[in-house]
């Protein structure tokens, strides 16, 4: 049942759901998502590890108009999801919090969460945010605010930021904190950070820049074992204070054949571990992503690009090398999506959980699409075909390689394999679309190439399916 604190935050928006009030107004939007999703074998060998499982989502995002140029902006996501706590998944449809389920007459209730409530006091020549803002740079690589129709994940910060606006400069400075442990003074994890953005919608021009250091005391870096072995710390020495600094471009430029965006993100800095040798885990890794456009004037057919990489960790190099994209930025329906293979070969342990909000365990089996671009270099050509004013063809062909394999051999392979992804999009609306995909994975040799079972993991062919509809309002 949902406690006495959200029935009162549900109370006070029914009753604000008047288009008027007084001297302010409400201004209303939000979605709606239901998605199937099958994976044969994401194992790629026995047992096959089968995912089947569908969700349901529903947020809506009320902006109270106080005054002129004055906006309170909120977001309520419904039937959130009981393994990944803060994303917008949404609830896995069967889960029973019922007891017994098997005499259950309903299926139990979940919990309405706020993802976001922030104000923003817009002025003649900037706007002032401050509390928790959804937040994105470039092309969504490092930093994604989760805004697409199928979306799985967000970022947000609590923060207080200005953007200063110049002609089509903009430059933002922010001051937020991830982490506050308590009341007290100390017990945190700090950002500071500054962006400096030109974008030209005539010319489709588009520049940026974004620094972020971040900063935080021992007493609250509470990394599980899993990232700690990942990172090749060790567990039992005590952690030293967190300081890394993310640097982020972006750069794109659009013409009337042709047109490409870059973004290009460096981190580094200490992560506060230590290793077995005493010495701190430093990070030094990155990532580029870009995206190629070739769009035919008068024509059905689309072509599009997607390529880059993200650097690996090497285990005889001190420090962690490792970068890993948003796991929102989607390169294949499999690939780079969902957990695949025996061992962890794109060594993104340090960014997933290795349990549920609930307790527990995730694994390839049982884990939704959380895999995130890593250890790898990709390109991913694709082709659209507009059937009809309503209806879509896309083809895409995913070619990825390690960078680092987990075998250090020479004779260590590091081809991740070919996927075909087809899909089929229906818009019979502008705010509605149902998605239908099949994507066909053949796997290459990297995969047999794992540290358990004397190195000799399989490689078996797999395939996922997936149907999804969103409507927008």
Not at 280 to 306: M, N, T
């Amino acid at each position: 049942m949902l406690n006495t604190k959200l029935i009162k935050v549900l109370g006070l928006s029914i009753a604000l759901m008047s288009s008027t009030a007084g001297a302010m107004s409400l201004d209303w939007s939000g979605g709606y998502r239901a998605e199937w999703t099958e994976v044969d074998k994401p194992t790629l060998g026995s047992p096959s590890g089968r995912k089947s499982y569908a969700t349901n989502f529903l947020y809506l995002s009320p902006k109270i108009i106080a005054a002129d140029g004055i906006n309170i902006n909120t977001r309520f996501d419904i039937l959130t999801n009981s393994f990944y706590q803060n994303s917008q998944l949404g609830e896995i449809w069967g889960l029973n919090n019922n007891s017994p389920v098997v005499t259950a007459q309903n299926q139990g209730s979940s919990a309405v969460r706020v993802s976001q409530l922030y104000l923003t006091v817009n002025q003649e020549y900037g706007a002032l945010m401050v509390g928790r803002v959804p937040w994105e740079f470039g092309i969504g690589m490092t930093y994604n605010a989760g805004k697409g129709a199928f979306d799985h994940w967000y970022d947000t910060r609590d923060m207080i930021a200005y953007k200063i606006v110049v002609g089509d400069w903009f430059v933002m400075p922010m001051l937020g904190r991830q982490q506050s442990q308590d009341f007290g003074q100390g017990n945190t994890i700090s950002t500071l950070g500054v962006q400096l953005q030109y974008e030209n919608a005539e010319n489709k021009s588009l520049i940026g820049v974004m620094m972020e250091t971040k900063k935080g005391a021992n007493t609250v870096l509470d990394y599980t074992t899993s990232q700690m072995n990942a990172y090749g710390a060790n567990p039992a020495a005590a952690k030293n204070s967190l300081n890394e600094t993310t640097t982020s471009f972006v750069l794109g430029r659009g013409f009337d054949s042709f047109g490409f965006k870059v973004e290009a993100s460096f981190l580094q800095g200490e992560t506060g571990l230590v290793d077995i040798y005493g010495s701190d885990v430093r990070l030094s890794g990155y990532g580029i992503a870009a995206e190629l456009y070739f769009p035919q004037a008068q024509s059905k057919w689309d072509w599009k690009v997607k390529l880059g990489m993200a650097t690996g960790d090497d285990p005889s190099s001190t420090g962690f090398g490792g970068f890993a994209f948003d796991k929102n930025y989607d390169v294949g329906i499999l690939l780079f999506n969902h957990r695949l293979g025996g061992a962890d070969f794109l060594q993104t342990d340090t960014v997933k959980q290795s349990t549920g909000s609930n307790g527990s365990a995730l694994s390839v089996g049982n884990s939704a699409d959380d895999e995130s671009v890593s250890n790898a270099v990709y390109l991913a050509p694709s082709v659209n075909y507009t059937w009809t004013d309503k209806l879509d063809f896309r083809n895409t062909i995913v070619w990825a390689q390690l960078l680092n394999t987990q075998k250090n051999s020479v004779d260590a392979k590091k081809d991740l394999g070919l996927e075909w992804d087809i899909e089929l999009v229906y818009k019979p609306h502008e705010r509605i679309q149902w998605v239908n995909q099949i994507g066909l994975l053949f796997p290459g040799e990297a995969w047999k190439n794992g540290t358990g079972a004397g190195g000799n993991l399989s490689n078996d062919f797999t395939f996922g399916l997936a149907s999804k509809a969103a409507i927008s309002f």
